[in-house]
Nanobody, 114 residues
């Protein structure tokens, strides 16, 4: 499974960004798609996940501000980020869980200026 992420950039606090991550490869089903992020000097943290059944989970720090739409047909997951804060600045990584295997996309930088 290959994952291609895009959509990062520079935005002012209070603004919005939408990340996307498309999966390709010969796989019948992707169980979970989601996003992690890693800020400088910090450990990678889970941001949001979306299961194939439509259930979603969010980190407490982004609840009410981020949503994670998923298009199963297109094998694409998005991260809609609203009301961004400077502390959301990080490299964002998408991932896919296929049975017991985990695949990662390349990171995309999100920078929120105050």
């Amino acid at each position: 499974v290959q994952l291609q992420a895009s959509g990062g950039g520079l935005v002012q606090a209070g603004g919005s960004l939408r990340l996307s991550c498309s999966a390709s490869g010969r796989v019948l089903r992707i169980n979970t798609l989601g996003w992690y992020r890693q800020a400088p000097g910090k450990e990678r943290e889970l941001v949001a996940t979306k299961s194939s059944d439509g259930s979603a989970d969010y980190a407490d720090s982004v609840k009410g501000r981020f949503t994670i739409p998923r298009d199963n047909y297109e094998r694409t997951v998005y991260l809609q980020m609203d009301t961004l804060k400077p502390e959301d600045t990080a490299v964002y990584y998408c991932y896919a869980q296929v049975y017991r295997a985990t695949y990662w996309g390349q990171g995309t930088q999100v920078t929120v200026s105050s």
